[in-house]
Each structure stands twice: as C-alpha cells, then as structure tokens.
C-alpha cells in the first residue's frame, strides 16, 4: 500500500540542483552601452551636417519674400534704422491717415462740453425705490433713470418728464437736480400706454439759489429743428445705467415707425450701442432735445442699438398730461388704408384705419369692435389715418361716451355700424 502510495506521487520527488548563471559580466556590459551612444552620436552629427544646407534651402523657398526681407534687413546700416520723431507729430500723422482734421475734432468735443453745461441745467437724476422707507433694507432695490424739466414755479413746484417704466410701481422718489441735492418727488401724472411719466417737486422745497440755476425746456419747441439721418448727436442722461452720463454718436435712421395700442411711434436711431437698461435724451450739437428713449419702444429687428421717440410725437400727450388731465385710451391696433391698399386689395375698401386687434377687456373690446373694421368717424369727425386717430381721440377725457362709426364688409359690400363707446384711461 506504502509502495503504491509512493509509486503514486513519485512526480513531485524531484531534485533541486544549483545551476551556475551564463551571461557577461557586468564591466563588459556597461562597456557596450557606451560605446553604442557614441557611435549613435557620431552618426547624428554627420547626418545632420550633411543635410543642413537642404534644410535652408527648403525653409528659404518657403519664406518667399518674407525671406529676402529678412535678409535685407540684416544687411541694412543700424544708422538707417533710428529715426526720431515727436509725439505730437506722431498724433497728426495717424490723425492723417484717417482724414481726421485735429481742428474740427477739438470743436466738436468743445461743442459737446458746452452742451453738457447747457443741458445740466435741465437735466434731473430720478432715483426711484421700491420701499416707502430710504433706510429700509429695500433701498438696495432701486431704479436710476433721468428726466428733463419741463416746467418751473417756485409756488407750483417743478415738473420732471421721465421714463414711466423706471417709476412704475415705485413707493419713494427722490431727484437730484444738476447742484447734486435731492428733493423728494411724487408722480404727478402718468400714462403707462404712452410710456411717459410727470413727476412733481413741491412748490417753495427747493432753495431760491438751486431754483435760479434751473432751466426748462419747452415742449412747444420739440418740433422746430428738423431731423435728418447722419447728423451728429448726444445722448445725455443713464445710456448704461451711470448717473450723468453722456455718449455721442449719430443718427442712422429717422423715420422708422413702431405701431402700439392707439399710438403710432415714429422713431430715430442711433449708432450708439444699448446695454439694455438705457435711458435718456438724445439732442442735437446746439443742444436742442430730438427725442426720449423709451423704454418697451425699440424697432423690432434693431436690437442693441439706442433709439428714440421723436419727442414732437409725444407733445400733445405731455401738455395734457402737464394740463392734469389723464391720457385716453380705447385699445386699438390698426393700420393706415391709403390710396394704395385700396387700389391693390379692394377697390370698395374706405379711407380709415383697418382695426388688427383690439385688446382684451379694453373699450373697444368690450364695445364690440372687431378684427377687420375699418374706424372711419369718432363724434362724427373723420378719420383717414392713424395720427388723426390719435389727435380727435385725445380731444375726450376717460369717461367721455363717444361714437365711433365703422365699416364692416359682409356679403353686400362695407356696411357702416356705429358703437357707442366709454373712452378709458391710458
């Protein structure tokens, strides 16, 4: 049983001898290794002179000219090379380059100092807060827009034309006139359609010697200057959200028209760029005011540019706001028929404004004017367009039931309809 027990694990009875290891010592081995660097060296060295002039040759034909250039320079004398010349020669030479004449830049930036002297008097900073309470931890929440001075009495007080967005839901106003003293302000009138805001500083606040270096700015006199594309302006108020500020650029455009509830917009742009929280007056070099940006009223295929409202636009709505009355408002959204839509699209069609919308829950609205109406009387005064729309509707107060007269195509033609209509507040 032993026997077969060993016979059965006689594969594992093995005998371990001591073998010597072969090889080369390890002098002879280290020997070699450096003998192989050398001769590898040796062969790169060669290999790299022999190939040097190609290589130049190869780089040179690609450099081209910029080779040759190189090389002049180079062999150009080091005295050649030094040439002295002043700053303000240097200036003239770079301002000439760019047909800039020196002479008439220093009488434009001139102009614009004393514009910015001028109108400073007339400016007003409107720091709006969404607290009743300046020491209120709310005061952090707060609005900087500017305003321009439309009326003066030391008894009445001063009146300031603003952004009404930048009032809009404000509990505390405070205005800065151009001494740097602030006098508490309240909106005196507004019109959140319009997008313009009053606001009033109280008669006999504001010091004799601050009142005396006011100046105001006419409103009847918007429309005197004419305004053509190119010319050079100023925009002076918050364009980036900085308290007077003031940037210059010029107009590329003046008669773009944006069309909003009851109102038609003729606006003017600029090549000033807009951070989006702008706001301001945009004015001539002689300091006469053009236009108000407002904010919500842009052209809707130019963003990020600054643009206006031409203020002779918004005179008839700032004196009746000035006057205390209420801005009307019925909610329309229309378009001119002119001559030419008739002779193109419908021959039978009447001079007027073709109604695309009224807004929801507005007078007109509830009144029952619809899409497609064509608005040709209000109180039996015609109506041919859109401006006249705006004139002979401003003419009545909210509350006032007027009569509008329409004309409604059906199967016989254009029928006329008439509605009776309580006009709204704007």
Known sequence: MNDEKNNKFDFINEKILNQKLSGQSPLRTVLFVIGCAILFGLISCLTFYWAKPYIEHFFNNRNGKNGEGAAAERNTDPEDEITTISVEEAVKKALAEYEINMEEYTITYEKLGAIGEQMDKSMATVVSGKSSEWFDEENERKTISSGIIISASETEGILILTDFESVEDCKSLLVYLNNGKGYRAEIYKSSRNVGVALLCIAGGVVD??????????????????????????????????????????????????????????????????????????????????????????????????????????????????????????????????????????????????????????????????????????????????????????????????????????GKDGYKEIVYSVIVGNG
Request: charged content about 25%; proline content about 2%; cysteine-free.
């Open 208 to 409: 004799e010697v601050t009142f005396s270096e006011l100046s105001v700015v006419d409103i009847h006199r918007f429309g005197d200057h004419k305004v053509f594309g190119g010319e050079k302006v100023v925009l002076m108020g918050n364009p980036y959200g900085l308290e007077r500020f003031m940037a210059y650029g010029s107009l590329t455009s003046v008669g773009h028209i944006e069309d909003k509830t009851d109102i038609r917009y003729r606006l003017m742009t600029t090549n000033i760029s807009n951070s989006g929280s702008m706001n301001g007056f945009v004015m001539d070099l002689e300091g006469n005011i053009l236009g108000m940006i407002i904010r919500g009223i842009e052209p809707r295929n130019m963003k990020g540019i600054v643009s206006a409202v031409h203020l002779d636009e918004l005179a008839l709505y700032i004196e009746k706001l000035m006057n205390g009355n209420s801005i009307s408002y019925l909610g329309i959204n229309g378009e001119d028929v002119t001559d030419e839509v008739i002779e193109n699209i419908d021959k039978e069609m009447p001079l007027g404004v073709y109604i695309t919308g009224t807004v929801k829950d507005s007078p007109a609205y509830i009144s029952g004017l619809m899409n497609g109406d064509i608005l040709v009387e209000i109180e039996g005064g015609g109506v041919k367009n859109i401006k006249e729309y705006m004139k002979i509707l401003q003419e009545h107060s909210p509350g006032d039931v007027i009569s509008i007269e329409v004309m409604r195509k």
